[in-house]
């Protein structure tokens, strides 16, 4: 069984050992904003088509007469579970498009590091 490292005899870095990256550069404006669109839209968008389905589904009583008919529980049903996926999607591109973005950044920031390290 291998013995435990000791934290304490650890070999302390000096100062010019330490590599910190340096502040990211916010690049790709365009990107973050489109993935705020998109983020923006997948909310209203997934609420208003759950929305509208639901106030369709409750004028059917009316047009009918009576109590809620079938139709009405299948337009209630479809039109949450479409704004639903809708939400899910639009949600899922802008965090895509954020994912990207972080993955530049890493990339960047890990090559700084590397062109440090190699100069040094």
Same mark, same amino acid.
């Given at each position: 069984?291998?013995? !435990?490292?000791? *934290?304490?005899?650890?070999?302390?870095? !000096?100062?010019?050992?330490?590599i910190?990256?340096?502040?990211?550069? !916010?690049?790709?404006? @365009?990107?973050r904003i489109?993935?705020?669109?998109?983020?923006? *839209?997948?909310?209203?968008?997934?609420?208003?088509?759950a929305? =509208? $389905?639901?106030?369709? @589904?409750?004028?059917?009583?009316?047009?009918? $007469?009576?109590g809620?008919? =079938? =139709? $009405?529980i299948i337009? @209630?049903?479809?039109?949450?579970?479409?704004? @639903?996926? *809708?939400?899910?999607?639009? *949600?899922?591109?802008?965090e895509?498009? !954020?994912?990207?973005?972080d993955?530049?950044?890493?990339?960047?920031s890990?090559?700084?590091?590397l062109?440090?390290?190699? =100069?040094?």
């Amino acid at each position: 069984m291998p013995e !435990k490292e000791d *934290l304490n005899n650890m070999p302390e870095l !000096k100062k010019e050992e330490i590599i910190t990256p340096s502040e990211p550069e !916010k690049k790709y404006p @365009a990107l973050r904003i489109i993935s705020g669109i998109y983020e923006t *839209l997948a909310w209203i968008l997934g609420f208003g088509v759950a929305l =509208s $389905g639901l106030i369709v @589904a409750g004028t059917q009583k009316k047009v009918y $007469g009576g109590g809620i008919t =079938s =139709s $009405g529980i299948i337009i @209630a049903v479809v039109s949450i579970i479409v704004g @639903a996926l *809708l939400l899910i999607g639009l *949600l899922a591109v802008a965090e895509i498009i !954020k994912l990207f973005i972080d993955v530049e950044e890493n990339t960047r920031s890990t090559k700084e590091i590397l062109e440090t390290k190699i =100069s040094v």
